[in-house]
């Protein structure tokens, strides 16, 4: 699908292909997607958990959805569901949970956060074909 120019001339374009691509468009029926997490490092204990996408697809992107189950038993975190979402959610849900950790590791300003990945986006990205 291609976008307008009006409609994404403010983004770059590393955040075009990441975030407005229907990268959702070829699923026609209802699917869940099942990933693993591994959380590894010597600052904390790490852990293993899945995170569960349940796609709810539809003619229109509007009426699109991606039901998200972020973790399971006390790690489990409420996720609003995605509608009409053309990005995989999964993308969004790495990055929001990266910038929390990271908040909650330094003390630091989440938005501060936010702001550095967005402009690191925005000026900083190269993109690559890959196979």
Do not use: C
Not at 69 to 90: A, H, I, V
Not at 97 to 109: A, K, Q, S, V
Request: charged fraction near 25%; avoid cysteine; charge should be positive.
């Amino acid at each position: 699908m291609t976008l307008q120019a009006s409609e994404n001339e403010e983004f770059s374009e590393a955040n075009n292909l990441l975030f407005t691509q229907d990268h959702l468009g070829n699923i026609t029926k209802p699917i869940s997607l099942n990933y693993r997490f591994v959380k590894s490092g010597t600052a904390e204990s790490g852990f293993e958990d899945d995170i569960k996408l349940k796609y709810k697809p539809a003619k229109s992107v509007e009426n699109r959805g991606v039901e998200v189950t972020l973790f399971s038993g006390d790690r489990n975190r409420w996720m609003p569901d995605f509608n009409g979402s053309k990005g995989n959610p999964l993308l969004t849900v790495f990055l929001q949970r990266d910038i929390h950790e990271m908040n909650r590791l330094t003390d630091g300003l989440w938005r501060h956060f936010q702001k550095r990945i967005k402009l690191a986006l925005e000026n900083n990205a190269k993109i690559k074909t890959v196979n």
